[in-house]
């Protein structure tokens, strides 16, 4: 069974613009979430998306944005992009739903942003 | 905010057993106590979870303390490829949902 997946694997943007990244779940899943890891701040819950809905969301300014498609693929969209945006966005996929299950989480290699 | 704390960063010898301790003082009844671990320039790897028992499975065994307030995660017989960050994190329940809240990690060194 393939993984997830995360594209691209590295991105270069300049202040102000704005950026798509992508997230295919392993096949079957339909839960992913979304994270930002920095040096200073570790790994960050950005949102989780369950059947195309946005179901937790952490505590990121609405320039972080995110859907899911019918697929269960998923993309998170960042605008007006800061320096502080630089960083590794990881993103997870499971198989269970609500309570359900054990929780595990399956990563993809993650997106490396960086903002000049 | 990280319901985890963790040692920043530990050594310890190839094919020995390592010991990462967690504490989650705060920790709730309901809420369970996670593992994953990150390769460098890789995503989180899952080890481990448990509530109240012990658990062991083919990577790792978790020791949680009778008041849970801590537990431990040991890697039976270390190798030079467990380099790593360890974390430690807590499930949350959240409405019909859940919620791993991540802590800073240990840095786990193996040396040959």
């Known amino acids: 069974k393939a993984g997830v997946t995360q594209t691209p694997r590295y991105l270069i943007k300049t202040r102000g613009q704005q950026v798509t990244l992508s997230c295919s779940p392993i096949?079957?899943?339909?839960?992913v979430s979304w994270y930002q890891q920095t040096p200073g701040q570790g790994l960050q819950f950005l949102f989780e998306y369950f059947s195309e809905t946005q179901r937790n969301k952490g505590n990121f300014p609405g320039r972080f944005s995110g859907r899911q498609f019918s697929n269960s693929r998923s993309e998170m969209n960042v605008s007006t992009l800061e320096l502080g945006d630089s960083a590794l966005y990881l993103c997870?996929?499971?198989?269970?739903?609500?309570?359900?299950?054990?929780?595990?989480?399956?990563f993809g290699p993650g997106t490396r942003l960086t903002v000049l | 905010d990280a319901k985890t704390t963790q040692p920043p960063s530990m050594d310890c010898a190839e094919g020995r057993a390592a010991n990462l301790p967690c504490n989650h003082s705060?920790?709730?009844?309901?809420?369970?106590v996670y593992w994953y671990r990150q390769i460098h320039s890789q995503g989180p790897q899952y080890i481990i979870h448990?509530?109240?028992?012990?658990e062991t499975n083919e990577m790792a065994s978790l020791i949680i303390t009778e008041d849970r307030k801590s537990s431990t995660l040991i890697l039976p017989h270390a190798t030079l490829r467990d380099t790593a960050v360890y974390y430690c994190?807590?499930?949350?329940?959240?409405?019909?949902?859940?919620?791993?809240?991540w802590g800073a990690g240990t840095k786990l060194i193996i040396k040959p």
């Open positions: 705060t920790i709730s009844g309901n809420e369970y």
């Open positions: 096949s079957g899943h339909r839960s």
């Open positions: 994190i807590v499930r949350v329940a959240m409405d019909s949902n859940y919620q791993l809240i």
């Open positions: 448990g509530l109240k028992n012990n």
């Open positions: 997870a996929s499971s198989g269970t739903s609500g309570r359900t299950g054990r929780g595990e989480q399956f």
